[in-house]
């Protein structure tokens, strides 16, 4: 058979007549709307509209967040300011880690700068000195040693640490008060 006789043959489908009253409606139903959606009487009248709910919403908002922090209390669940300082807390960490990554990272490289010092020759390391005597001797500092790097001078002044009663450490210079559950007395 060929298509033309496949096409006459075909019974027509009544759903396909429902198909484009419905898309016709649709269209016509979405011109009208955002006509009247993009109107300025629509944009006066939505807006006088939300601020009557705003002037009848505000008086209960506090209220509404004063029982809910209690229910939440009761429930030993955590409120939303306890989400915010554990966030607070988290970011602190990162921030110390970030640090401390830093700080391992110029050790490190340090580390593995005098590790290739120290395995240069004899008489590699003999030329090496008298180039730096050399240019001491120059200089207005002759015979003074070169500083150490500032990483490695920072990292030796550190603050003083104190043990806590259960055995973990605590630098005494960044200690926080501890907020006590005044219901259980617990910390």
């Known amino acids: 058979m060929s298509e033309a006789e496949a096409g006459a043959t075909k019974q027509p489908d009544p759903t396909e007549q429902f198909r484009e009253m419905r898309d016709a409606y649709l269209a016509i ?5 955002i006509e009247t959606v993009n109107s300025e009487s629509y944009a006066k009248a939505s807006g006088a509209a939300l601020n ?6 505000a008086p209960l908002k506090e209220p509404t967040e004063q029982m809910m922090l209690k229910m939440l209390q009761q429930l030993n669940m955590p409120t939303s300011a306890d989400f915010a300082v554990l966030a607070g807390r988290f970011t602190n960490i990162e921030l110390l880690l970030d640090n401390l990554d830093a700080k391992l990272d110029r050790i490190e490289s340090l580390v593995t700068g005098s590790t290739s010092e120290r395995q240069k020759t004899p008489s590699e390391s003999a030329s090496d000195g008298a180039d730096v005597d050399r240019s001491n001797a120059n200089s207005a ?18 603050k003083p640490i104190a043990l806590r ?3 973990t450490l605590k630098r005494t210079a960044t200690v926080k008060p501890v907020r006590r559950n005044s219901r259980k007395g617990i910390r």
Not at 52 to 57: E, N, P, Q, S, T
Not at 141 to 158: D, F, H, L, S
């Open 141 to 158: 500092n002759a015979g003074v040693r070169a500083k150490a790097p500032r990483a490695a001078r920072t990292t030796a002044q550190k």
């Open 165 to 167: 009663a259960g055995g």
């Open 52 to 57: 009557g709910l705003l002037a009848v919403a």
């Open 29 to 33: 139903w979405s011109k009208s709307l």
